[in-house]
């Protein structure tokens, strides 16, 4: 209807056009004015939301979403919904009080850390899915939950004092995804942490903030506990992908995985010594409020992610959706359990055996959620490249450059994130005749 009046109201007889030149150029000045006006209003309000985060803005009791978080038709959430899945993992269509209902729900293979034969679930999950989850980890998980919910239910001045645009800061307040590049905001604010870690001391943080009072204390434990079975799962990724047994090659084993993290350094006469650097963890606690307008937007668009495992935490919301055979899968939340993810480091360290996958998230209009991310890769001084022991000229070709911090900086602050992700831009042309990896 809108369409046909305007339509109707360009109208014009034919010879009416010369007649009227001049005012039509008087209206076309005043359009394009009012036009420029218009631009100016939405980048000043783009701005403030970027200043502001979408707490504030879910707690002003907004009923419209607005124009800054309204992706085009073809991003949004049910854009992959219309097709029919044939899995044992698909469960069923799932509500989660969202707007958006009919999802697929996934159940994730499951890594029970009580049972043998984990090698193989695995190394199965990655390279099928590229996504598990991790349950009897033995790693405490209530109490980050709480202490994040409660960062973001701080009075708006007390979270943002720790906004910063400087996407090296150890401490960052921010919202969206990258919130300088994104031309449509997304439904998220985060607390981003830096974890340093000290051989033989605590993971803690003194520019972390000091409100709620316990934050130090409990994401510092927490993180050395996730650190802690990080590690542990890279132990039986490195079994799987070196078909090594912990019990009967230690050395070997032991050499890979510190040498993979830059822990030690090969000597020249064959010993190792400890390395200055450590390892790299980064948390993110991300809170998705609740959305008026949920199926106009994403908490997270889709991207994967820069280091070799992900492990998240999520609350009972759901909201965490997976690509899998093109079609976006959302993950049952299993309370206390991990969703580990494979990073963009580890399938160019297994040379594209495990996948890094592309996963969003969704937001939902009556619940808020909470998770918690910790990105764990080697030290951001190192590079990292395809395993030597993983490429074969014939049968598996190296796939991927090497790569490091500074590169996936460059690559941030570059155009290129709006027409591939950074895993893309790091592949090899495949070779004519190279076969899939085995
Ligand atoms: O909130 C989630 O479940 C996922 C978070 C995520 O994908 C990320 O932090 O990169």
């Not at 209807?1 to 039509?24: Q, S, Y």
């Not at 009580?114 to 390279?127: K, Y």
């Not at 607390?191 to 316990?214: F, I, M, N, R, T």
């Not at 963890?281 to 994967?304: D, F, I, K, V, W």
Request: with cysteine.
């Amino acid at each position: 209807m809108a369409i046909v009046d305007l339509v109707e109201d360009n109208k014009e007889p034919v010879g009416g056009r010369a007649v009227m030149m001049g005012d039509d150029h008087e209206e076309d000045d005043h359009e394009e004015e009012e036009e420029e006006s218009r631009h100016r209003r939405r980048r000043e309000q783009h701005e403030a939301y970027c200043v502001n985060g979408v707490r504030h803005l879910s707690d002003s009791g907004i009923t419209r979403l607005p124009d800054s978080y309204v992706l085009p038709p073809s991003d949004r959430p049910n854009f992959y919904l219309c097709r029919s899945m044939n899995s044992s993992n698909i469960i069923s269509g799932g509500g989660g009080g969202a707007k958006t209902n009919n999802k697929l729900l996934i159940r994730l293979p499951v890594v029970d850390l009580d049972r043998g034969g984990v090698v193989e679930t695995v190394d199965a999950a990655c390279r099928e899915y590229g996504f598990f989850q991790v349950v009897n980890h033995g790693v405490a998980t209530a109490g980050v939950l709480d202490v994040a919910r409660r960062f973001f239910a701080l009075p708006f001045t007390d979270r943002a004092r720790y906004m910063s645009a400087d996407v090296r800061a150890k401490v960052r307040y921010g919202t969206s995804f990258n919130q300088a590049n994104d031309d449509v905001l997304c439904w998220r604010d985060f607390l981003k942490l830096g974890v340093s870690h000290y051989h033989g001391h605590d993971a803690s943080s003194c520019s972390w903030p000091q409100e709620p009072a316990d934050l130090r204390e409990v994401v510092a434990r927490y993180a050395m506990a996730n650190h802690a079975l990080f590690t542990k799962l890279m132990d039986l990724l490195l079994q799987a992908l070196f078909g090594i047994n912990n019990n009967n090659n230690n050395n070997n084993h032991d050499r890979l995985f510190r040498q993979l993290l830059g822990e030690e350094e090969e000597e020249e006469d064959g010993s190792s010594s400890s390395s200055s650097s450590s390892w790299s963890q980064m948390m993110t606690l991300n809170c998705y409020p609740a959305c008026p307008e949920p199926e106009l937007t994403l908490g997270m668009p889709p991207h994967s992610d820069y280091g070799l495992l992900t492990l998240v935490l999520q609350d009972h919301v759901e909201g965490l959706q997976v690509m899998h055979d093109g079609r976006w899968l959302t993950v049952e939340p299993v309370p206390g359990s991990f969703v580990v993810n494979v990073g963009d480091h580890l399938e160019i360290f297994s040379n594209g055996r495990y996948k890094s996958v592309l996963h969003r998230v969704l937001v939902n209009s009556s619940q808020q959620r909470i998770s918690v991310a910790s990105f764990h890769t080697v030290p951001p001084e190192q590079t990292i490249g395809p395993a030597p022991e993983l490429i074969d000229d014939l049968r598996n070709p190296r796939r991927y450059m090497d790569t490091d911090f500074d590169t996936f900086l460059a690559y941030l602050a570059s155009a290129q994130g709006k027409h591939k992700t950074f895993l893309q831009s790091r592949k090899l042309p495949a070779p004519a005749a190279a076969a899939v990896p085995s």
